[in-house]
């Protein structure tokens, strides 16, 4: 009983040391797990992200080469679907035609506007001198008229005093004929007197020849000036004509700038048919994977119908959506694990590349209206976008929406 007795304080101390050392390794073991888990925060509520772009033809006809498979791995620039082109390249004959036409029209337009400016210089000219000389002849023949009156005004006045001396002479040689037959005066007066007669009447005949002549010359300087005053009219209105070539010239060029204007408008439809007939062939944007095929050889399909899908490989990142009280340490560029579940847990290294202006439910379809109806206090979440870090999965495993586990370190 005594050594009983003895050995019971000896297995009371023991257990209280094995109860001491346990509470320590308890309390270090949950130091630890808080010292560690406090420089990190973690969500499960996150998933696999990558750019999905739906492929879609930018012009209609019908499919005739049909060269991917649904899952099928594409490069960037591949021919994915090749269209019936023959339609569009009809259109894209026929717009070179039209721009060929146009092009014609131009430069043929073009030719008159020289020749236009040349001729309105060259008839404004030719009119202007023919003007001048017509003038010039009118009043020439104007001062031939004024000479010719006042030398009919001299000839009718000698006219008149030839005429007056040969009826005074012609007076004398009547009342000396009777006074030579009676031998009151010399035969050689008589004589005289006849002669002086003679002389006048042909002084008179000179006289009226030159009024006569004086007259004619009047006529003709007057038929020589209605006939300049002709040729004067004419000029003035060939010269109005010449001076509206400008008006004309200008029609020209707005026929020439019409002409350029259709030409632009040509080579305008030229392009897009030749854009639409490169469009019969639908090329991939990126490398990816083809998903959601939606076409077969043969079928017509319309301009902006969806073809594929057309998952991006390089493009991949984590849409992580932590609670809004997970968010007061975070900031852009902190470090991140992320274990992949898919993958067995494997885990992938990344930083934050940013985080979201609202909430997940302010951009749902349905956003809850707190004002509305009772309101109950929930938890927001927050997506933040992690990016990986480059060269992580050269087998392309990572696939949009699978299930992540990420963890970033505050600290």
Do not use: C
Not at 241 to 264: F, I, M, N, W, Y
Not at 332 to 352: E, M, S
Not at 379 to 385: E, K, N
Request: charged residues 25%; hydrophobic residues 45%; neutral net charge.
């Amino acid at each position: 009983m005594a050594e009983n007795e003895e050995k019971a304080p000896g297995r009371r101390t023991r257990a209280r040391v094995f109860v001491g050392l346990a509470a320590l390794v308890i309390i270090a073991v949950v130091a630890i797990v808080r010292w560690r888990s406090s420089g990190r925060q973690s969500t499960d509520d996150a998933q696999i992200d990558a750019a999905i772009t739906q492929i879609a033809a930018r012009v209609g006809g019908t499919v005739a080469a049909l060269n991917v498979r649904e899952n099928a791995t594409v490069e960037a620039g591949s021919v994915l679907v090749e269209l019936d082109p023959r339609d569009y390249q009809v259109a894209v004959d026929r717009a070179r035609a039209e721009l060929a036409d146009a092009q014609a029209n131009l430069a043929a337009a073009k030719i008159g506007i020289p020749i236009g400016e040349v001729t309105a210089t060259s008839d404004v000219q030719t009119a202007a001198g023919g003007l001048q000389e017509a003038q010039a002849g009118v009043a020439m023949a104007n001062e031939q008229i004024e000479a010719a009156r006042a030398q009919l005004v001299a000839a009718e006045a000698r006219q008149r005093e030839k005429e007056a001396a040969a009826v005074k002479a012609a007076r004398d040689v009547e009342r000396l004929k009777g006074l030579v037959a009676k031998d009151e005066i010399a035969q050689q007066q008589y004589d005289g007197a006849v002669a002086a007669s003679d002389a006048a009447r042909a002084a008179s005949d000179a006289a009226r020849s030159d009024a006569a002549a004086a007259r004619a010359v009047i006529a003709a300087a007057e038929h020589r000036a209605h006939q300049s005053q002709g040729v004067a009219a004419q000029a003035q209105a060939a010269l109005r004509e010449a001076r509206t070539a400008p008006d004309q010239l200008r029609v020209t060029r707005a026929r020439a700038d019409v002409a350029q204007a259709k030409v632009q408008q040509a080579t305008a439809a030229l392009a897009q048919a030749e854009m639409n007939l490169e469009r019969t062939k639908v090329l991939a944007p990126t490398t990816g994977i083809i998903s959601r095929k939606s076409v077969e050889k043969g079928q017509v399909i319309q301009a902006g119908q969806p073809l594929f899908a057309l998952v991006s490989r390089d493009d991949v990142w984590i849409t992580a959506n932590f609670k809004e009280t997970q968010l007061k340490s975070m900031q852009p560029g902190q470090r991140a694990t992320i274990a992949v579940d898919g993958l067995g847990g494997r885990t992938f290294q990344g930083h934050i590349e940013s985080i979201a202006p609202a909430t997940g439910a302010k951009f749902s379809l349905l956003p809850p209206e707190n004002a509305a109806g009772n309101y109950v206090k929930v938890v927001q979440r927050v997506p933040v976008r992690i990016a990986l870090e480059p060269g992580q999965d050269p087998g392309h495993q990572l696939r949009p929406g699978m299930s992540v586990t990420p963890t970033v370190f505050t600290k």
